[in-house]
């Protein structure tokens, strides 16, 4: 059974680098789509992105200029970087498995996919502070 | 973007009784559509996906319809343990989540 844990700092100074990372077990991170999501109060959840265990990230365009998500293949492992961090990135982090039933869509000339969530890491609070 | 929509915003509802949650999206979503339940402290818990397939393990209990911009996820004969905020998804285009309905004594 898959399972998924989220590690990193949980206070991060505002105008800094948050970073984290989902160490992926009992399962290969190869042939799935791995995604960051976060929820606040104020946001409710709201999707960061995926990377594909080939390496191709696709991120949310509300936040693509500040995000950069990577693989580990042979650390079962994958990353999320946000940069200029302020208090309105105070949230839940959470990391999770993209379903395989999901759709392709066509967006900036390319083909991407998205899907559901069917396996959660159980997330990790990051507060930003001033 | 594709806007959801959750309603009602909580449900207040008896052990045993049918509970009916609606998600409408602000654009047609085929039946690209998701439903997750979330108890305090506990991530998203999958339970529907392509709008009426549910997850394994679900209880049949728990089921899912509509297609296009108008959902339905329905909780029959409702047991203790169902009470939590539920959520739809969108990955039509993008992805993107509901506000959430909470489901209360």
């Known amino acids: 059974q898959v399972q998924l844990q989220e590690s990193g700092p949980g206070l991060v100074k505002s105008s800094k680098t948050l970073s984290l990372t989902c160490s992926v077990s009992?399962?290969?991170?190869?042939?799935?789509?791995w995604s960051w999501l976060r929820q606040s109060p104020g946001k409710g959840l709201e999707w960061i992105g995926y990377?594909?265990?080939?390496?191709?990230?696709n991120y949310n365009p509300s936040l693509q200029s500040r995000v950069t998500i990577s693989v580990e293949n042979s650390k079962n492992l994958f990353s999320l970087t946000l940069t200029s961090v302020t208090a309105a990135d105070t949230a839940v982090y959470f990391c999770?498995?993209?379903?395989?039933?999901?759709?392709?869509?066509?967006?900036?000339?390319?083909?991407?996919?998205?899907?559901?969530?069917?396996?959660w890491g159980k997330g990790t609070p990051v507060i930003v502070s001033s | 973007e594709v806007v959801m929509t959750q309603s009602p915003d909580t449900l207040s509802v008896s052990p045993g009784e049918r509970a009916t949650l609606s998600c409408r999206a602000s654009?047609?979503?085929?039946?690209?559509l998701a439903w997750y339940q979330q108890k305090p402290g506990q991530p998203p818990r999958l339970l529907i996906y392509?709008?009426?397939t549910r997850d394994t393990g679900v209880p049949a209990r728990f089921s899912g319809g509509g297609s296009g911009t108008d959902f339905t996820l329905t909780i029959s004969n409702l047991q203790s343990e169902d009470f939590a905020v539920y959520y739809c998804?969108?990955?039509?285009?993008?992805?993107?989540f509901g506000g959430g309905t909470k489901v209360e004594l």
């Open positions: 654009q047609s979503v085929t039946t690209n």
């Open positions: 999770a498995r993209a379903g395989t039933a999901g759709s392709y869509y066509r967006a900036e000339g390319r083909f991407f996919y998205s899907s559901y969530m069917d396996v």
């Open positions: 990377i594909h265990h080939s390496g191709r990230p």
């Open positions: 392509g709008a009426s």
């Open positions: 009992g399962g290969s991170i190869n042939s799935y789509y």
């Open positions: 998804q969108q990955y039509n285009n993008w992805l993107t």
